[in-house]
């Protein structure tokens, strides 16, 4: 099945297969959120609506803008003869196909919806009731006109009930409309960016209070500490919810309810290699007070086979010792510390990376983690990362056990906007800290809570640990469980840089697809090597792919509550892979 996805803002095309050149940040925010769930999508610009439409079988519209009249009629025709249009954002110009009707205020202007919840009494193909309030941001206030469907109600943002609903769906002829009230493309950058820091953040009843408080990474959430958190563990209060994410899973629940309807096949590229659930990523706070238990933790490392990603900011070893590190692949990162009176300067970070590759011998420095999490500022600090090729970020997190979890409503890594070059992100990855400190602050049942959450949301796991952790039995021993338990729920430990590796070819995959009647062909392209590709092929039937000269038996799996086929192949830097899938009309167990 074919899912065009079109940003109403762009107006420009880069190339083919590219989100366009100049959609609003939100937008393109959403466009991103899209393109990492895997779904292989034909970027569509409001001008192509009347002669694309035809070849789509599900269409996105993200946010606001004005579709025309021969667009609007083209997508009455799309939507009656079987098409199904998920409007993101805003009605546009055709509420009445959706069966809504926009809010205005009395001088005409439409009402939004800002920020608050959205919820729903009764599980539907979109929504969980299980999820309770999911914190959102954006779009625009309607009203439901009598045969439309209320999927979730809006909320205000003291978790109060309104008479907006957030989600909607029409069945019109042999199609369907749904509308998402709310902009996710607002949501995600909200949430996942955070807002500025300059100081810290009136802090929740249950914090520990700090003699002298700074401002940390958790301080620029735009979570609620009462709402958006939940027991974990002694009734410690956490970010349990990957809100973030749980949206996604609402859009990727959406586009796979369509084929679903449809009756065709919806392909995914899976999130990591071998098809594995989640991933898991282990960085050291390596400090000079814990220096004596360096050597313990690498050997407890090699031990368990686990790579991480050691942030140092002073040597306190022979360089041995850290090209050692590099032999049995972990990956070495700055500790940076900031400076007293301004958060960071080029030379500041520059010349502490020098100093690392210096006396350590080693020329890849590739993550940074702000010392202490202390972070000031908005996202002027990637600028820096960026100019000293710095490959990942390990810092969004929340500092205190109370802050811990998914402070920025992801554990899935992404790419921050980056106000000089608005058309494209930042190459630098940000990695959501999950726990800082576990097994030392964030206790065992904690942490285990936080982990099972994260394999849910198939996101990365990013656990901090200090050296100090050996210096307790029982900490080192809730550390061992830990390592065991992420593997025992398939998520595999990997230094950064090599997940970044992955995400960087998986993000830039070409893909050709053809539908014929009982099969599909699919051409992939990457331009490095992916061992053990993960693809799904969302369909209820069983089947068989001819891979070259190999004939392959699908194996059946489900994902998301949707039955699906599953393949694992390899994929040859800059060389197409020729796949051809055939259906056995037969339902999968």
């Known amino acids: ?85 998920i409007a993101v954002g805003s009605p546009l110009d055709a509420p009445d196909l959706l069966g809504v009707e926009p809010q205005r205020h009395p001088n005409g202007t439409l009402k939004r919806l800002g920020e608050g919840y959205a919820a729903t009494e009764c599980d539907n193909p979109l929504f969980r009731e299980a999820w309770g309030l999911l914190h959102a941001f954006g779009g625009v206030a309607v009203s439901a006109h009598d045969e439309t469907h209320l999927w979730a109600r809006w909320y205000d943002p003291h978790g109060r009930e309104t008479p907006f609903p957030a989600i909607t769906h029409r069945s019109i002829g042999a199609g369907h409309a749904i509308l998402y009230a709310v902009h996710l493309g607002e949501t995600f950058a909200r949430i996942q960016l955070g807002r500025a820091v300059s100081e810290p953040t009136l802090a929740p009843t249950d914090a520990l209070i700090e003699s002298e408080a700074l401002p940390r990474a958790e301080d620029a959430t735009r979570l609620d500490w009462y709402l958006d958190r939940a027991p974990c563990s002694d009734g410690q209060l956490c970010f349990t919810k990957p809100v973030a994410d749980l949206w996604a899973e609402s859009l990727i629940r959406a586009v796979l309810w369509a084929g679903q309807q449809r009756g065709e096949v919806v392909p995914m590229a899976w999130y990591y290699p071998a098809l594995a659930p989640a991933a898991a990523l282990l960085s050291v706070a390596s400090e000079p007070e814990a220096a004596g238990y360096e050597l313990s933790l690498n050997h407890l490392l090699t031990l368990t086979g686990v790579r991480g990603v050691w942030c140092l900011s002073e040597l306190v070893h022979h360089p041995s010792f850290y090209r050692d590190l590099v032999k049995r692949e972990h990956e070495i990162g700055v500790r940076f510390q900031p400076d007293p009176d301004q958060f960071c300067r080029t030379s500041t970070l520059q010349g502490q990376i020098d100093n690392l590759r210096r006396f350590t011998g080693v020329r890849a420095i590739t993550a940074v983690q702000v010392a202490e999490l202390a972070w000031r500022g908005s996202l002027e600090f990637y600028t820096f990362a960026e100019n000293a090729q710095l490959l990942s970020d390990l810092t969004r997190g929340g500092y205190h056990p109370h802050a811990s979890g998914f402070t920025f409503g992801t554990a899935h890594p992404f790419r921050a906007p980056n106000p000089a070059r608005p058309a494209e992100p ?157 259906e056995v009309g037969t339902a999968a167990a």
Not at 38 to 61: A, M, Q, S
Not at 468 to 485: E, F, H, K, T, Y
């Open 1 to 85: 099945m074919r899912v065009g996805v079109c940003p109403m803002s762009a107006t420009v095309r880069v190339a083919s297969g590219v989100i366009p050149f100049n959609a609003r940040l939100y937008e393109a925010f959403a466009c991103y959120r899209l393109l990492h769930a895997g779904f292989l999508v034909d970027w569509l610009l409001p001008v192509e609506l009347p002669t694309r439409l035809p070849h789509l079988g599900v269409l996105i519209t993200i946010g606001e803008g004005t579709l025309g009249e021969e667009a609007r009629l083209a997508l009455y025709q799309f939507v009656e003869g079987g098409g199904v249009w």
């Open 426 to 582: 930042y190459q630098l990855f940000v990695f959501p800290l999950i726990a800082y400190r576990a097994a030392e602050w964030v206790n065992a049942p904690h942490a285990n809570l936080l982990l099972e959450q994260t394999v849910k949301s198939h996101g990365v796991y990013h656990v901090t640990v200090r050296p100090s952790v050996l210096s307790s039995p029982m900490q080192a021993d809730a550390l061992m469980r830990l390592i065991g338990r992420a593997r025992y729920l398939g998520a595999e430990w990997h230094p950064a840089h090599e997940l970044t590796r992955w995400l960087n070819a998986r993000l830039n995959l070409r893909y050709k697809m053809q539908t014929l009647p009982g099969q599909l062909e699919l051409c992939l392209l990457s331009l490095s090597t992916m061992h053990r590709f993960g693809l799904l092929l969302f369909t209820p039937l069983r089947g068989w792919a001819n891979l070259g000269e190999h004939q392959t038996e699908l194996q059946p799996a489900e994902y998301y509550g949707y039955p699906c086929l599953t393949l694992e192949t390899d994929l040859v830097e800059k060389t197409v892979r020729e796949m051809r899938f055939f």
